[in-house]
């Protein structure tokens, strides 16, 4: 997650929850609970495509 203050500058990256390659559980009052410990104006939630780290296929 990244989280950004007013002007959209980066306040903090970190990774607040791992899951499996079919499922993770994201908990809402967490991603608010960080965002206001940091002040932040806006978050970003990213997820890595499905496969990311393993060798292309050819195809």
């Given at each position: 997650?990244?989280?950004?203050?007013?002007?959209?500058?980066?306040?903090?990256?970190?990774?607040?929850f791992?899951?499996?390659?079919?499922?993770?559980?994201?908990?809402?009052?967490?991603?608010?609970?960080?965002?206001?410990?940091?002040?932040?104006?806006?978050?970003?939630?990213?997820?890595?495509?499905?496969?990311?780290?393993?060798?292309?296929?050819?195809?």
């Open positions: 997650m990244l989280f950004l203050d007013h002007q959209h500058r980066l306040l903090a990256l970190e990774e607040l791992r899951g499996t390659l079919s499922q993770t559980s994201v908990y809402p009052r967490e991603v608010v609970k960080r965002a206001l410990a940091l002040n932040a104006s806006a978050v970003i939630l990213a997820q890595p495509p499905v496969g990311a780290g393993r060798a292309p296929t050819s195809t």
